[in-house]
């Protein structure tokens, strides 16, 4: 063998070793079921600790559009009540 497919081969095997290093630790973090739910449990935690000062916030200070949103599907709801129960006398199945 020549110096040059020494280095080559010491080189490969390196690289081989890196790549395998890398592996094991994916896996090893793949393995490790507990702490990967706690992470997620941490992230929902701090999710929802996000949302509740959102919600806290929208109700201190409502947006008129919401509120005129949330008036409107109301309405429409109510006019969909009077047109089925409308119907549902021209048909007879009231009582």
Do not use: N, Y
């Not at 690289?15 to 395998?20: G, I, K």
């Not at 990967?36 to 941490?42: C, G, L, M, Y």
């Not at 409107?72 to 119907?87: D, E, I, R, S």
């Amino acid at each position: 063998m020549t110096d040059r497919t020494v280095a080559e081969l010491r080189r490969q095997i390196e690289h081989t070793r890196h790549q395998l290093e890398a592996t094991v630790e994916e896996l090893a973090a793949k393995a490790d079921v507990r702490g990967r739910a706690e992470t997620r449990a941490a992230d929902l935690m701090d999710r929802a600790g996000a949302m509740t000062v959102q919600l806290r916030s929208t109700a201190r200070h409502p947006r008129p559009i919401v509120v005129m949103g949330a008036a409107g599907v109301v309405g429409v709801v109510g006019v969909a009540f009077v047109v089925v129960g409308v119907l549902w006398k021209r048909r007879g199945g009231g009582c």
